[in-house]
Structures are given as C-alpha cells and as structure tokens.
Nanobody
Framework: QVHVVESGGGLVQAGGSLTLSCAAS????????TGWFRQAPGKEREFVAA???????TYYADSAKGRFAISRDNGNTVNLQMNSLKGEVPAIYYC??????????????????WGPGTHVTVSS
C-alpha cells in the first residue's frame, strides 16, 4: 500500500517532449512495480508503460515503443519521458503501483494504488 501522485503534465507542442513524474509515499515503494496509463475523453483507459519493482525490466505499449521511456530514480520517483509527441489526443495520465508479489503488466486490474492523474495536451 503506497500513495502515488503524478506531476509534470501540461501543454506541449507537437513533436516536442514532456516528462511526467510519479512520486510515492507511505510504503515501501522499492518493492512496487509501477505502471503508466492514460485515458482520453470518451475512450477506455489504456496502458502506456510499466517498470518492474527492481527496475530490471520495462514494458511498453506498441504506441509508446521507441518514443517513451520509463525509469526509476532509485528512490521514490518513477519517470515517464515522452518524446516525439504527435497525434496523441488530450488525456489524463495516471500512475499506478502494484506490489511485487502481485505481478505487473498491461492490465489496470493488476494495480491497486492509483494517483489522481495529470493532464497532457499536445497542440496541433
């Protein structure tokens, strides 16, 4: 059980970059895998990227491969660096944590602790 909160969202020009951060507190974050999801108005929440609790493995949605990078800072923060942003519709990006023993992946049901989200808008 940890508390997570996202930051870094905002408006970015098409083709630009933006880095989101997920800060954790209240638990042993080093024992939690972390996933990033996003949800646009009228659409289902979709998986973006995830990183295993020890940072040894990462997993990306096809739409994020080659453009996004997820990383741990060896502390209480997980970052999502988004490059070449173009074509993404405005969406809320969520950080979610999963205990290492519970596994991790692309399904939101695998994560129990969610942040309030941060908005990301790419201008056209």
């Amino acid at each position: 059980q940890v508390h997570v909160v996202e930051s870094g969202g905002g408006l970015v020009q098409a083709g630009g970059s933006l880095t989101l951060s997920c800060a954790a507190s209240g638990g042993m974050f080093s024992s939690y895998s972390t996933g990033w999801f996003r949800q646009a108005p009228g659409k289902e929440r979709e998986f973006v990227a995830a990183i295993r609790w020890d940072g040894g493995r990462t997993y990306y949605a096809d739409s994020a491969k080659g453009r996004f990078a997820i990383s741990r800072d060896n502390g209480n923060t997980v970052n999502l660096q988004m490059n070449s942003l173009k074509g993404e519709v405005p969406a809320i990006y969520y950080c979610a944590a999963s205990p290492a023993a519970e596994g991790w992946g692309k399904f939101d049901t695998q994560y129990a602790d969610w942040g309030p989200g941060t908005h990301v808008t790419v201008s056209s």
